[in-house]
């Protein structure tokens, strides 16, 4: 009984969050963040190949670019836009900040 209540209980959370986010905002807003991370990437990059005050300020702006596109990623999901109604345009405008 324990283990069918169990089931029962795994079946209806995954259908609860399978029911999240249907507006398409979830992928959006990971894409936003994934390319903000590919940015601070090259930031990185940027900072192996400096020395000191300016390697410094390079990997602080990487850290800036992934914690803004943490942020953006978060207020897209809370925003819960519509990503679906937006024009390709739309979106790769939101995706690379311009």
Known sequence: MKRT???????????????CGG???DKLG?????AAENKADKM????????GTSEDLMQAKA???????????EAIDDADINAEA????????VINGN
Do not use: C, H
């Open 5 to 19: 209540s169990t089931i029962v209980a795994a079946i209806g959370l995954s259908l609860v969050l399978a029911a």
């Open 23 to 25: 507006k398409g905002d």
């Open 30 to 34: 990971d894409q936003v963040q994934e």
């Open 44 to 51: 990185d990059a940027m900072a192996d190949n400096m020395s």
């Open 63 to 73: 850290d800036a670019t992934r914690e803004a596109g943490d942020a953006k990623e």
């Open 86 to 93: 937006l024009t390709p345009a739309e979106r790769a405008k």
